[in-house]
Every structure is written in structure tokens, then in C-alpha cells.
T-cell receptor, first 119, second 117 residues
Framework: AQTVTQSQPEMSVQEAETVTLSCTYDTSESDYYLFWYKQPPSRQMILVIRQEAYKQQNATENRFSVNFQKAAKSFSLKISDSQLGDAAMYFCAYRSAGLSGGGADGLTFGKGTHLIIQP | GAVVSQHPSRVICKSGTSVKIECRSLDFQATTMFWYRQFPKQSLMLMATSNEGSKATYEQGVEKDKFLINHASLTLSTLTVTSAHPEDSSFYIC?????????????FGPGTRLTVT
């Protein structure tokens, strides 16, 4: 079974600064997907960024980027120019790609990191 | 696009009764739906996966007779908590994935807070 570990229960950053959230995972599979989700107080899960394991290039989405180290099984999220609206719980998640490549498995989540933005 | 709704958003029921939670994909056909459970200040735990027209696949440790999942159409899945007890109180979240453009990710509903008194 796959496991996802987020070792930072809480992180705090000054507005406009950069913060990196850590995530490591354990799997014996070679093909999979990794995700970062944001869960604000409303508890609606919002996809922040997605990475396919077969891609060497790190994914980026505006102020959000990842550092994907497949051999080290590490998948950190960097948030640049932090904004007050970034305050939320952030979950790292893993999904198997499955035999067809599309996968039918649910997500395995880490325990989350509570990100606080200091004004 | 890719909107998933859940109903109700909150429900309070008495111990021993059953409660049904609906999950609907509003603008795409959900070939697969997932049900997660989230305790306060904790992560999401996958309970079961359902494909339209098939029996749900439950994760280890999840009682399938207690958490009945039906995925009767490509836009609707239901979770029924039978003979609910206070320990079933939790936040239940569904997600859905379709085909084509809707296969890129799982789209999450807003969740249902269940309180069993």
C-alpha cells in the first residue's frame, strides 16, 4: 500500500514571502500521479497542482510550483509571493496510474499542513 | 465546468436511524465516484470507490453493510449510513471523475457534515 507523509503539521509565512511545504511518499509503482490540494475553512477541496510521475519536468501553476524528486520519493510545494487567500490546509495526495494509465484508484492523502499567512 | 454537488450539507440524526447522502455530477458524466471520510483536524480517508452500474469497492476496515453505496446513474451516487451511531459523526466528501476532459482529476463535492446524537 502507498503512504504519504507530510512532516509539517503547521507552517507560517509572511505575506509576499515564499514557503515550501514538504511531502514524501512510499510506493513500489513506477507510474502514478501526485497532487497538492488546498482545503480552506469552507472545506471544499481545491486542486492546486498535479504531477505525472513519468514527467521529469516539475509542474508549475502561476505562483505554485513543485520539486518532484522521483528517486527520493519527494514532492514539495513551493508557494511564491504568498497571499492571505493562500491560508488553508494543504494536502499532498497520491494516485496510482493503473494498468490503463488512467487509473481508477482513489487518492491517498497525507495528514496535511496548516499554512498560516502573517499579514 | 466539473461541478459536483452534495446534499444535504449538514444533517443531524438520532442514533439507530439511517441517513442518505447524495453526490451529483452536474456537468459531466461520472464514470467513477469516490467517498471519503474526514474527522476533525484530520486527513481524508478513502472509504469506497464506485463505478456506475457496479458494486462499490470498499477499503479495508470499512463496513460495507453499514455504509451502503449506490451508483445507479452516471450523475448520481448515494451513501447511506445505516443504524448510525455517534462514532459515525464525521465529514463525508464525495468526488467524481469522468472521461475525456473530466478524467484529468477528481472533482470534489463540498462535503456533508453528519452529526449523530
Amino acid at each position: 500500500a502507498q503512504t504519504v507523509t507530510q512532516s509539517q503539521p503547521e507552517m507560517s509565512v509572511q505575506e509576499a514571502e515564499t514557503v515550501t511545504l514538504s511531502c514524501t511518499y512510499d510506493t513500489s509503482e513506477s507510474d502514478y500521479y501526485l497532487f497538492w490540494y488546498k482545503q480552506p475553512p469552507s472545506r471544499q477541496m481545491i486542486l492546486v497542482i498535479r504531477q505525472e510521475a513519468y514527467k521529469q519536468q516539475n509542474a508549475t501553476e502561476n505562483r505554485f510550483s513543485v520539486n518532484f524528486q522521483k528517486a527520493a520519493k519527494s514532492f514539495s510545494l513551493k508557494i511564491s509571493d504568498s497571499q492571505l487567500g493562500d491560508a488553508a490546509m494543504y494536502f499532498c495526495a497520491y494516485r496510482s496510474a493503473g494498468l490503463s494509465g488512467g487509473g481508477a484508484d482513489g487518492l491517498t492523502f497525507g495528514k496535511g499542513t496548516h499554512l498560516i499567512i502573517q499579514p | 465546468g466539473a461541478v459536483v454537488s452534495q446534499h444535504p450539507s449538514r444533517v443531524i440524526c438520532k442514533s439507530g436511524t439511517s441517513v442518505k447522502i447524495e453526490c451529483r455530477s452536474l456537468d459531466f458524466q461520472a464514470t467513477t465516484m469516490f467517498w471519503y471520510r474526514q474527522f476533525p483536524k484530520q486527513s481524508l480517508m478513502l472509504m469506497a470507490t464506485s463505478n456506475e452500474g457496479s458494486k462499490a469497492t470498499y477499503e479495508q476496515g470499512v463496513e460495507k453493510d453499514k455504509f451502503l453505496i449506490n451508483h445507479a446513474s452516471l450523475t448520481l451516487s448515494t451513501l447511506t449510513v445505516t443504524s448510525a451511531h455517534p462514532e459515525d459523526s464525521s465529514f463525508y466528501i464525495c468526488s467524481a471523475r469522468g472521461s475525456g476532459w473530466a478524467s484529468y482529476e477528481q472533482y470534489f463535492g463540498p462535503g456533508t457534515r453528519l452529526t449523530v446524537t
